[in-house]
């Protein structure tokens, strides 16, 4: 529950240099003794969904009993292809609603809050299809990004000077941002003109200027070159030591392995298990629902022991193909 | 063939009323199409909604000219509410389907013999921008002299006020689409959801710059009633909104000049093909046409010649070809 004891505090004294890993010891103390159980109670969520579903005609494609996400740790929501992961994205963001159920963030309920007030509050995501705008130059992209902008209304639109301060400071901000993420060479370029790498890297920067509590990246690594794999890890990482909660759908194991606290597993739109990395893949449930319950046994095995007759061509070439039975 | 006549004719009409709501019509489908990416096909229902508006209140209810034009700028922004408020929502092409259909819906309804005796049926309304005429600082002898043309003191008050308008527009434009607002708009224009995901209100940006967009085509709906004296329901057809896409993209959308040279430019082809064709005619160098063919004809010629412009300057004349490659990445 959320008002237990919180855990010591290791990361929020010490020397500047300690502060590059406190933030990731505090977020492994702080989830060392929740259970390794689907829906497990963090010691201090930030987002916590209940009974969350979508349907899609006849298909569930979401149906999550119960969830939280630890503030201040990185989080990877894994799971084999059509497991409901960007559909669960889509749906606390407000992109999709939901047929039944509730969540909030930092304790508002966001049921019916569209979409760009959610990101207003904190919640910022990215897609799994990178969406920069490509007619945009990089620096404008970033600008657009930024909250609270008094330009942003069209009758101080029409007047430069009430905004051109503010648009300064903005400006100061970006650039900070794109030389961090080495986008800088890029600033006057059409974000069209950028790679795949780069427009996920300014994804994220853009992201970024909206200065949010809760960061959602949608597949970060899809089609990135791995020349940029391990500066964009890099970068997820800074997030958290920067304070903020990275929640990412990842299908790159390595990647989670890498930088994440927390890993939650979906399958078939359900959370089926939750842990630590090294724990959640050695986890029997999460191998089975990647590889199939039957996994390491043949066609022939499955059926000796189902009593079933052994069908008569059995092709070894693919063991590891579940059976059509598979629960 | 009388060369200077026909160029003469041309520059006049490129200059003319006409032109002028034209484009600014196409200044507010700039802010609309261009900048925010919306596909509104109903341009023309704006005109006339602006139109009718001040032609209704002046003639049928014998209210004062400044009346007509504030509940004609009314009509528009409750005609953009209308369209908008169920629309813009969805995705872009809803937008194109239901303001071609309401384009028409204004045209059938203003036109009907219902309200022939408010809105004056297929005939129209007459004599209701005599106010504006007496407002003209010109001497009433006032003319302007281009060789075979003359510009009288109405039409030459007409373009002083209607340029002024394309002007003021202009300015505005030039100042929003480089301000954070405009930033806006373009990041719509580009992908929506990307915009939302950083914060901002999408709906309301895009109604925005639906209303903004429809109340400067409303300008035009009052500059080519005015200039007639006279609004009928068949000058506000679906052409009308197709000439004022062509004059866009011919200029350049997205572009603020874009809409002036295109209106420019367009209405000189178009009264330069026609006067050349009757011209040929009438001096015999095309024998298989005779007078009646040439406006169809014109049609035809200024079709083409759009299908080339789009087929090798898809970006229009002022557009920048780099923006229109990142379309095919």
Redesign the interface.
């Known amino acids: 529950m959320p008002d237990d004891a919180m855990p010591d505090e290791t990361g929020t004294s010490g020397s500047a240099t300690a502060v590059v890993t406190s933030r990731k010891q505090a977020a492994v103390a702080a989830l060392k003794d929740v259970d390794r159980e689907p829906g497990a109670a963090k010691p201090d969520p930030v987002l916590i969904a209940d009974g969350v579903v979508r349907r899609f005609g006849g298909l569930t494609a979401v149906n999550v009993n119960h969830v939280e996400i630890q503030r201040g740790a990185i989080t990877a929501l894994i799971g084999p292809n059509g497991a409901g992961k960007t559909t669960f994205f889509n749906l606390i963001?407000g992109?999709d609603k939901p047929d039944e159920g509730e969540w909030t963030f930092n304790g508002q309920q966001l049921k019916g809050i569209?979409?760009?007030?959610v990101?207003?509050m904190g919640m910022?995501?990215?897609?799994q299809l990178t969406?920069?705008?490509?007619?945009?130059t990089v620096i404008?992209n970033m600008?657009?990004?930024a909250?609270g902008?008094?330009?942003?209304?069209?009758w101080?639109?029409?007047?430069?000077g009430l905004?051109r301060k503010q648009?300064r400071e903005i400006t100061e901000r970006a650039d900070e941002l794109l030389a961090r993420f080495k986008l800088d060479t890029k600033r006057g370029d059409?974000a069209?003109?950028l790679s795949g790498g780069q427009r996920k890297l300014l994804e994220m920067a853009?992201?970024l200027?909206?200065e949010p509590e809760l960061v959602m990246l949608d597949e970060p690594m899809a089609g990135v070159n791995p020349a940029l794999t391990q500066s964009l890890l890099g970068h997820v990482k800074d997030l958290r030591e920067q304070g903020m909660t990275v929640l990412f759908v990842e299908h790159d194991m390595d990647m989670v392995r890498d930088i994440s606290d927390w890993v939650i597993v979906m399958a078939q739109g359900a959370v089926i298990a939750e842990g630590p990395p090294l724990e959640v893949m050695a986890d029997q449930r999460v191998i089975d629902a990647y590889l199939g319950a039957h996994h390491d046994q043949s066609l022939a095995e499955i059926a000796e022991a189902e009593g079933i007759d052994a069908p008569e061509i059995i092709d070894e070439s693919t063991p590891t193909t579940p059976p059509p039975e598979a629960p | 063939m009388d060369w200077s006549f026909i160029f003469t004719s041309s520059v006049s009409y490129a200059l003319g009323a006409v032109t002028i709501a034209y484009c600014l019509a196409a200044v507010g489908l700039n802010m609309q199409f261009g900048y925010t990416g919306l596909l509104n096909f109903g341009q023309a229902a704006f005109l006339a909604a602006a139109g009718y508006g001040m032609a209704v209140m002046v003639t049928t209810f014998e209210m004062s000219f400044w009346v007509g034009i504030l509940v004609g700028l009314l009509a528009v922004v409750v005609l953009a509410m209308l369209l908008g408020l169920p629309t813009l929502r969805l995705r872009a092409d809803y937008l194109a389907i239901v303001t071609i259909a309401a384009a028409e819906v204004v045209r059938l309804v203003v036109r009907s013999v219902k309200f022939k005796d408010t809105l004056g049926g297929s005939d129209g309304l007459q004599q209701f921008a005599n106010r504006f005429y007496e407002l003209s600082p010109l001497p009433s002898d006032f003319r302007i002299r281009f060789g075979p043309f003359l510009f009288p003191n109405q039409e030459v008050w007409v373009m002083i006020v209607g340029w002024s308008l394309v002007a003021i527009f202009s300015i505005i434009t030039f100042l929003l689409v480089r301000s954070p607002w405009g930033r806006i708009l373009k990041g719509i224009r580009e992908d929506e959801d990307a915009v939302r995901s950083l914060g901002k209100n999408v709906y309301w940006y895009k109604m925005q710059a639906l209303i903004l967009g429809a109340l400067m085509a409303g300008f035009g709906g009052f500059i080519i009633g005015i200039f007639f004296n006279a609004v009928s329901p068949d000058i506000y057809a679906t052409t009308l909104t197709f000439a004022i896409y062509t004059i866009l993209i011919l200029g350049g959308a997205a572009r603020v000049m874009g809409p002036i040279l295109g209106a420019i430019l367009f209405g000189f082809l178009f009264q330069f093909v026609l006067t050349t064709l009757n011209e040929a005619v009438r001096v015999g160098y095309i024998g298989f046409l005779d007078s009646n063919d040439t406006a169809p004809t014109r049609l035809v010629l200024v079709g083409i010649g759009l299908m080339l412009l789009m087929i090798f300057r898809p970006q229009g004349i002022l557009g920048d070809r780099r923006e229109i490659a990142l379309d095919a990445r």
């Open positions: 963001t992109f569209p979409p760009f007030k990101a207003r910022v995501r990215t897609f969406k920069v705008l490509s007619k945009l404008e600008r657009l990004g909250t902008q008094l330009g942003e209304r069209m101080a639109g029409l007047i430069p905004w648009e059409f069209g003109s853009r992201a200027m909206v």
